[in-house]
Structures are given as C-alpha cells and as structure tokens.
C-alpha cells in the first residue's frame, strides 16, 4: 500500500484518474493499526480496479481537517478529485469496508 | 475430529488474556478469540498509572503487548474472529463465528465493555467528524483548537486532561455540580489553566455539514439553552464523550441472568447460572471496572472452568 503525504496527496489521490482508497491512519490509533492488515487483505482483492494508499494524519492534520477527516480510523473513496464515500470509527470494518468498494468497482 | 477445547475465553482484553494466562499455565487447552486487537479498553488508553506494577510512562498497549505475550508463553492460542451465537447449555459449548465454529468444555465471557453513546441529534452522523470516544486516537487533530469533555467521571476527567496537552481550550460539561472522578484526579483538573468547567448541563445536539461547527447545551436546573459554535478562523471544534459505559452482552441476552444495565450477574467464583460458563472482568456486574479487578477475576475464572472440568467431565 502506497504511503502519501501532504506533499503528494493531491497528485496521487485528488488528481488520480484511478478510484483511491485512502486509509486515515496514526501511529497512536491501536483500531487503526488492528484494520491495517484488513485494508492490505482488500487491497490484494481490489487492487488492480482501486489504487491503495494511507495517510499517517499526524504529519497531514490540516490536510485532514480540510477533507474533513478528524476521527480515527476513517476509510474513504476518492473519485475525480472528490471524496465519494467513508466509514470511520467503528463503522470501519473490514466488511463495511468492502462492502463500499464494492459500489465502486 | 473436531477440537473441543478446555476453555475458550471470549475478548482479550486484561480479564481474557488472564484467564488465558492462567488456563494455558494449568494444562488446560485453552483458546482466546478476538474480534478486533487483543487489549480491550486499555488499548486505546495512553496511561495506565494506576495497576500495581505499571511503571511510569506506561502505556496501555504497552501493558497489553506483555499480557498478550505472557499468555502465548504458557501455550494459548490467540485468534481473531467474531463470534455471532453461543450455545451454552449443554456439556459441550458451541461457538459460531465469522470464521470457524468453536467447541469447549467451558467458556469464559470476557467481552468487556463500549463506551456509551450520548444520543443526542447529529452524533452519529459527526462521530469522526469532530465527535470522538477516543482521545488517543483523535486528540492530535484538535492541536490550537477548542474541545468539550462531555462527562464528569475518572475517564472523563482524565481524557480531559490529555487533551489539554493538544487543544487551546478544554471545556468539561457535566450533568452534575461537581465531578465523580477520582479527587486525585480533580486536582489535576483544576489547576489546569486550560481546563475549564459547564456545569448541570447536557448536550441537546451537535450540528454541523460534514463537520462539528456547533453544539447546544441544556442547563438541566433552569431549561436553559446555549449554542456554541465554531471560532470562524477554526471551522470546527471537538466534543469528546465520555459518560460511561455499555455492556457487550448481546449475544447472551435471553440465555443467561443479566442485572438490568445488561451486565452478567456471577457468583463470587465468576460462575454464571449456566452450568460451565464463566464471566471475568467489565462485562460482569460489579462495583469497580478497572484493570486491577479485571485481572482478578480472568485468574479466579481459569481455575473455576478447570475445577469445573475436573468435576463434570470425570470418567
């Protein structure tokens, strides 16, 4: 899975013609790391339809804040430059999870 | 043949992992599942500073990465699944999860507790958004803005002053005139110049497009209503909800004793009323949740399941 930060996550997730899977994530955040190995376990399903990536929000606060992520763990579904669809907290299951790619894919 | 295991303990946090500790230690075969990350709670819980023994600066998934290794070491198996229907009435005990089915001599509930939801308009909708159970996890977005503490008891309180550490301003409102929490715990709260206090109130909802941006508060002693929104420079603001917690007892709802508030009512040895099955730590009715008392009961729950195999299960 892709890491972007602030500095490219315009290009790789705003501007992808690809659908993105972005994975809110932070170091401090133990239900985010528990969900990690879910999201990879998507990826390896959806990967070739859904372009992968995670965003550590402690270096991206602001950028966060500004695609009006501020809780933890927060999945979401990029298309066209625009945030399409999320689950966040405990919503974000790994079949929650899927169950929204599949809309997308 | 299929396994039937001696115990299988149901949660990992410091209650199952315990009782897994010392079922695994006893011989017995003995199977922790898990829905999510070993830890319960204490894993979302940045300091852990009053279990015997927790050093300074302990965190608590620092505290559960050593539970969860001390269980391992004795020899029991720690698996992820999430259990949908128990079948606990007869000798052997079947378990059903999204993964496998699971058979045991006897069962330990161990499923702990969730916070409590506040159920007040536009919460749902906004939690991640601004709304938050979780400090460690979303205390870092809050950096120079304003937060509210909703809740007036330990964990309250304490989250309050975490957040102190990352927000301009801490307001805590609470239902009451004064504060539960622990005084220890109160005068660290005090003295805090970034904390401040609104009291005999509750949230009457949480409004906001996307976002937190406002929130109106009820003063419970006069109806009062007041609306607070966000610094225009901000955008948004936090309200981090701490008012106790549910019990995670769903699954065994019609099949064994619950108290009224749904916790599992056991006997002094952690016996429920069905023959075999066992409770330890938050998910039963007691009058202190803590780590401290958790451990105790997962320890009496082990040796209980294995004086209760020996029992029922003699050739």
Redesign the interface.
Known sequence: MLAVDKNNFEEEVLQSEKTVLVDFW?E???????LMPDIEALAEVYGDEIKFVKLD??KA?RL??KQ???????IAIYKGGEKKDEV??EEASKENVEAMIKKFV | MEKIYDVIIIGAGPAGLTAGLYAARDKMSTLVLEK??P?GQI??TDEVANYPGSIENAT??SLVSRMVDQCKEFGAEIEKDNIKEVQLEEKIKVLIGEKETYKAKSVVIATGATPRKLGAPGEKEL????????A???A????DLEVFVIGGGDSAVEEAIHLSKFARKVTIVHRREELKAAKSIQEKAFKNEKIGFIWNSSVKEIKGD???EGMVLENLQTGELTEFEADEED??F?IFIFVGYLPQTGLFKDKLNLSKAGYILTDDNMHTDLSGVLAAGDVREKSLRQVATAVGDGAIAAIQAEKYIDHAFEE
Request: aromatic fraction near 6%; charge should be positive; hydrophobic fraction near 25%.
């Open positions: 932070s401090g955040c133990e239900p985010c790391k528990a929000t402690t606060r966060a804040i009006k992520v501020l809780g933890l763990p927060t966040t907290k | 999510e990350k830890g894993a979302t608590g998934p939690t991640g958004k601004g709304v938050s159970y979780c460690t996890c979303d870092d977005f809050f950096t996307g976002m937190v955008g948004t936090g």
